[in-house]
């Protein structure tokens, strides 16, 4: 292992103790002065067409300074997937069709949220109802009435991945099985519901603070939703209260607030309540999976055929990408000859569904890691030895996908039996007690351009001042997982001074350079390597200047704590200020300023880079209440070179508790198209006491790809939770449950099923 | 004349709409959550020993949460003459002395205004009131009681100007003369009152958003009085509303509202209220000046020689600046070949006096173009002849000094005699009417290195986006001269795009590029060239990624209203945004972003170039009552190439507006070291009611070291004005006024004078 200064380190989060004293300011807590506060009127209806929009009463309310319908609008579509134009299918305020329950409809400003929530009951608009179609294989068959005109079969995307010959694989396999799975609706529910503030300046530029995980492509999506240029419209990001992905994209009540912004020529704020949070964003997708695996009588995977109906909800969202993904995953954790996938997104209408912390990874892995189970079982070859059989390995190519090269999957599985003692343990535990383990993989930021932007991916600019003080300006945007830390800590490490040195300016596309977004756990890797470039380029700039001074060639100078010094030779040396103080003199004193970008050229479709995870889940059942009890969750994960250990244990926690939450409790309830449970009361995520005892591992490797070796942290964690758990029920009880959440209600039909008489 | 499409054009200032609409928010304007209001107590006493300082009951007064007195202060000096550090002679808070009523002693940080008012009436301050010294003759006796302990005689700085040989001059002259001039202490008197907010991060970073012209020197100064580097002190220019130099320095309460939100942990706000910023900033150096000019009978300017004794008040501040400028003004306008200056700059118990618009030029040149008509009447030469005669030409070095590029002063003297029929009415104009003249030139920024800054004095970057929108980063700070909108339009001209395609983030020493702030007519004129170095490297980097795709040399390209092309073939040309991406694109889609410097290198110790301006003023003067009506100015400005000329005129009516009250309202009147006129009902400005036609005429000259030939504007404009009226009413009334202002009293003495008998 190399010895790294600042890597590696537990180094507190700079953004800790502003949130520890709640000083942190978010969205929400935003004020300008002459600020209105908007409100959007959303649609009752699951489908309808909008016959008349009649706003005048409500524009006749005091208080009320202006009211947007469709019309107000530039009437053009918006959407992130511009490498697809047909896939950009969402109106900022719906002109003809309202497409699920929530949809926009219209939007006010006055002088005060009950005003502008008095309004919306003001404004009469008549609908023509129209067939609501709330389940995907219906609306898949042929002469189902259509959500968007144009799209047959409301097939919003489909996408098929074939390598080797699965019917081949089949043929020569001992044994084959098939299943399928049943995934439900998760909702994000971030703890800050979403908002955002919109200000026009008198040249007509619009600045907004949004909580989005996204400032760039937020930016170029609201300009194009204005008709303004991108150059003309200014997002910020404030603190982020959690996006797991619901942040990722451009909301219609951001283009809403910035309309009603410019109509009134004053600061505009909005806010959505919980329920709009649970109802009106995003959701993971409900999906449905049917995966055949055929393997040798000694364990050796075969062939593997997928087919996946993602429940999409009423808009494109980022579902192509989980359409993709699902299939993806299926060919990551195990050495696949043939391989055959179908996956279909289909518009319901519902809330569009979208990319979700381990998005597209946690239905597939689902599936593939409780079959694993069943063959192990079948088979009578031990779980872990079985995945160890087929475990991918480091340098491998996945054809025509991508290619894998560090992998510490093995190494994971061994050190989580090793942990749990699991050879001793499984299928010996006392009854209603079960051990299960899972498995799974994932990306380190996305490598295809979906947003058809002509700008690296990752763009990061570095001011080193002459009092050893240096300023990264960064794009990423820390949404709460603590990029800004990490990227900090990248820079002092290759820059050679210390943590404290280094202060971050993030996030606002007004002064910081182009990021693609936090999403698919790409910050850490991309933007890292983004922020390392300019790191180097720095120290070049700073060699060449200090060379000559220390008698040395630039290509053998180093720094560390701050002095430059020849390799091998610690003096004589020169300070870092005094450095930065030399190099400005030497361009006539010209700020010492250089930039870095990272972008995934050459790394296929998929990513540049893996992680990996094996979760060993420990349970007790009540056979009597079908209460599921999770002990402990023991989790080895290989994330290259943990940039930050202990911000690293955090997202293996929090995404813990999500993939708990996913496996146990958490699930969409709606009922005609209108979500049932949209509170924190009613929608049940574990609470803190829900939660196990979480043991991590550390699985190092060292990523060639990653800035010091680092890849995908934590979020990868979220997928193996829920087969881990089913499996330990399995283990315990000797069902499956093969439908999440697995509720005390599946459990106990689950057992009546299999002991009929009982 | 050269033919531009975006400099030299009446373009409407960026910041105008949001000014006249109310929108633009000052530092007093703003408000941060959890944010308290810090005031600070001022010595009551000229001079005095602090015995003791009791803050307890202060402290226990509910809703004041913290009270800082001289020792809660690092205890260092601080001063912006980084240059000669025996010059940092200020405390942030008072340690052992108060040097003058309204020095600081002790800051109060409370949850309100009121409170904290309040709490300063309970501070105990035990004085023992020393000697006040107030005139600065006086003070400089030998025996006279120290204000600062080091300084002998109280003289604060010296500075000795000496060419050629004056006593030889003087006695090779026809004509020889002797007058004393005294020139009164004027008030800044900006429209904004000063006011900062200063925030903390939970690193011990500080943010100060602060009403100063100079966000970087307050950085670096702010750093050294808090211990803190320079790189964790981030200073925000909010809009200002006026400077004229009042806000060029780092202030006491700017320390005091840092180390309150400090040791609060909690944002905090001070505004000073209109007496403070009256009776508590700085003020113009009141002087005496003995001049003394021989000439030959044919007018030939033979030998000058002068001595200046400046009221400093009770601390440097911009002191030795004005005391080497009031003695290189005498050399500016006329070829003089013998010269020789004794310049003292006096400590006082007064409010410190510092560089006010027109720095250290409208005392000299009240005298030297006074003198000069009266030189004119004695030897029976017309007043503009005289001048024309001995006017300074372009190319000429000033020994020792500098060097003159362009000059339009003889210009400026035809053209305005003309437009006034000058010579048709000078002398002969109807009894209480009067006509007179005065000339003037300023530098264009300074370029001794006073602040001994490691970084070049101007800084730029600039963003290329592929929409077209262009972004600037400037450090140059906007404090209501138009700057902004100046720095948008070089920056739209040398990069061939629109002025409306530019934006500016300006004045953040967080986000944008290191700037030595707004004084002494710089920004245009330093900060321009660093932008305008910036746009050819921006050109640079895109002609030759467009060059080859042209089948041009990239030296051939040329851009112009956003289309690069072939000099002298329109096409095939390429749109601008075209080829920013072309850019990104051959540089793996990194941000195009370059940076620009300028520093005035080699360019003496005064300025790299210098602006002309001839005014002649028409009065009349009332016998019974003494009252002066000025009824016309006439201003000929040499100002280059003006950038904006509607922002020139603006500034030329702004500078004339504040020469006017200098001549014959404005004086800072004081018993005993105390204002006794510190509100604008005492305080006399001319009113817009006041204010006579201004007639501005254009003299436009080609500066080489100028951006586009542009040079200093407006604030020469200033000095001038007194000595027009002052020469206008001897031309009315035939009585001399040899010390402002000239009030009503001193033109009845005047007369009672002359004519002892009426």
């Not at 219906?138 to 959500?147: D, H, N, S, W």
């Not at 992905?245 to 505009?268: D, I, M, N, W």
């Not at 709009?276 to 040798?296: C, V, Y």
């Not at 936090?518 to 700039?541: C, D, H, M, P, Y």
Request: glycine share 8%; aromatic share 8%; net charge neutral.
């Amino acid at each position: 292992m190399k010895e790294y200064s600042v890597v590696g380190k537990r180094l507190p989060r700079i953004d800790s103790p502003a949130k520890a004293m709640g000083q942190a300011k978010y969205a929400a807590d935003l004020v300008l002065p002459r600020m209105l506060h908007g409100k959007v009127l959303r649609s009752p209806h699951p489908h309808a067409r909008i016959l008349n929009i009649d706003t005048s009463q409500a524009e006749g309310l005091p208080g009320v300074k202006a009211v947007v319908t469709g019309k107000d609008t530039k009437g053009v579509k918006f959407g992130g997937w511009r490498a697809f134009t047909q896939l950009i299918d969402q109106y900022p305020l719906c002109m003809d069709k309202v497409r699920y329950i929530g949809d926009e409809v219209a939007a006010v400003a006055a002088v005060d949220e009950d005003t502008a929530e008095e309004a919306l009951d003001l404004i009469r608009v008549d609908y023509e109802p129209l067939q609501a179609i709330l389940d995907p294989e219906a609306a898949m068959k042929e002469g189902a009435p259509r959500i968007h005109e144009e799209v047959e079969r409301n097939i919003c995307w489909s996408r098929f991945i074939e390598f080797g010959n699965v019917e081949e694989g089949f043929a020569r396999s001992d044994y084959v099985r098939e299943d399928n799975f049943s995934l439900q609706t998760q909702a994000y529910a971030p703890t800050e519901p979403r908002a955002c503030l919109a200000s026009f300046d008198h040249a007509g530029r619009l600045t907004i603070w949004t909580s989005t995980q996204c400032p760039y492509p937020v930016q170029c999506q609201l300009a194009a939703a204005l008709g303004l240029r991108e150059g003309d419209v200014r997002v910020v990001q404030p603190f982020l209260g959690g996006g797991f992905g619901a942040k990722f994209e451009l909301f219609p009540y951001e283009v809403c607030c910035s309309l009603l912004a410019q109509k009134t020529g004053r600061p505009v704020k909005m806010m959505y309540t919980r329920q709009e949070e649970f109802s009106a964003s995003r959701t993971r997708h409900a999906m449905k999976i049917w995966l055949k695996t055929g393997f040798k009588k000694d364990g050796t995977l075969m062939a593997r055929q997928a087919r996946a109906v993602l429940d999409g909800g009423a808009y494109t969202s980022f579902g192509p990408t989980v359409t993709f993904t699902a299939g993806f995953f299926h060919t990551l954790l195990y050495r696949l000859p043939n391989y055959k996938y179908e996956g279909y997104r289909v518009f319901t209408n519902k809330p569009p569904s979208s990319g979700m912390r381990g998005i597209g990874a946690v239905q597939p892995f689902f599936a593939g890691e409780t079959q694993m189970d069943m063959v192990a079982r079948d088979l009578g070859i031990d779980p872990i030895e079985l995945r160890l059989k087929n475990a991918r390995q480091p340098n491998e190519v996945i054809p025509k996908l991508t290619t894998v090269n560090s992998c510490g999957l093995s190494e994971c599985l061994t050190k989580v039996g090793e942990s749990t003692r699991w050879h001793e343990r499984q299928s010996k535990l006392p009854p209603g007690r079960g051990i299960g383990i899972a498995c799974a993989g994932q990306q380190s930021g996305g490598a295809f351009n979906w947003f058809r932007t002509r700008l690296a991916f990752s763009n990061a600019r570095v001011r080193a001042n002459d009092d050893g003080t240096v300023v990264l300006f960064a794009g990423a945007a820390d949404i709460g997982q603590g990029s800004s830390t990490v990227l900090c800590q990248i820079l002092a490490e290759e820059l050679g001074v210390r943590f404290e040195d280094v202060s971050i300016v993030a996030a606002d596309t007004g002064t910081t350079p182009v990021d693609i977004g936090t999403w698919g756990s790409r910050v850490t890797f991309q933007a890292g390597n983004a922020v390392r470039a300019a790191a180097i380029e720095l120290k070049k700039q700073l060699f060449a200047v200090v060379a000559p001074k220390l008698n040395a060639d630039p290509v053998d100078l180093d720094i560390k704590d701050r002095k430059i010094f020849a390799k091998g030779r610690p003096e004589p040396s020169m300070p870092f200020p005094e450095a930065v103080t030399a190099a400005q003199a030497a361009n006539k004193g010209k700020i010492l300023e250089v930039a870095g970008s990272y972008h995934p050229e050459g790394k296929g479709i998929v990513s540049p880079a893996y992680s990996f995870v094996a979760v060993v889940a420990e349970v007790e059942v009540d056979r009597e209440t079908g209460q599921v009890k999770v002990d402990r969750l023991t989790v080895a994960h290989d994330c290259g070179q943990p940039i930050n250990p202990m911000s690293v244990e955090g997202q293996v926690e929090g995404s813990v508790h999500m993939g708990l939450g996913y496996a146990l409790t958490e699930q969409v309830v709606s009922e005609k198209g209108e979500m049932l449970n949209p509170s924190f009361l009613d929608y049940r995520i574990p609470t803190a006491l829900d939660m196990p005892e979480v043991k991590i591992i550390e699985v190092i490797t060292d990523e060639p790809e990653g800035p010091f070796g680092a890849k995908e942290a934590g979020e990868g964690c979220v997928a193996p939770v829920a087969p881990a758990i089913a499996n330990a029920i399995y283990d315990a009880i000797g069902v499956r449950v093969k439908d999440l959440p697995i509720t005390p209600e599946k459990v106990l039909k689950a057992l009546r099923e299999a002991q009929p008489n009982s």
